[in-house]
Nanobody, 129 residues
Framework: QVQFVESGGGLVQPGGSLRLSCAASGLSLDYYAIGWFRQAPGKEREGISCFSPSDSSTYYVDSVKGRFTISRDNARNAVYLEMNSLEPEDTGVYHC??????????????????????WGQGTQVSVSS
């Protein structure tokens, strides 16, 4: 059975940092694009970053570019999201997900939620003074 488990969320003050982990089982992350999504209270889920196994490239939406870093650990079959300079607007539930139909993810349209097949339960990130 395919399973994704996110961890690393918590409460942090503005300007702080968190490192989220996404551990996958039943599906290798060596072959498929993996994305990070978040959903703020009262808002729709949005894609913020993804990793392309085809060339190990990364993509970020403008709101997190320069602050967040996505990475993959092949040995652990896991993906990470390092978040720095966190802002209250970053608050939300963060999910990792796999797109089994894509190996390249380098633009906003490649982070459309309905294109992703497998999702974790999410981890809460709260940024507040």
């Amino acid at each position: 059975q395919v399973q994704f488990v996110e961890s690393g969320g918590g409460l942090v003050q503005p300007g702080g940092s968190l490192r989220l982990s996404c551990a996958a089982s039943g599906l290798s992350l060596d072959y498929y694009a993996i994305g990070w999504f978040r959903q703020a209270p009262g808002k729709e889920r949005e894609g913020i970053s993804c990793f392309s196994p085809s060339d190990s490239s990364t993509y970020y939406v403008d709101s997190v570019k320069g602050r967040f870093t996505i990475s993959r650990d092949n040995a652990r079959n896991a993906v990470y999201l390092e978040m720095n300079s966190l802002e209250p607007e970053d608050t939300g539930v963060y999910h990792c997900a796999a797109n089994t139909m894509r190996r390249l993810c380098n633009r906003r349209t490649h982070l459309t939620p309905y294109e992703y097949d497998y999702w974790g339960q999410g981890t809460q990130v709260s940024v507040s003074s």
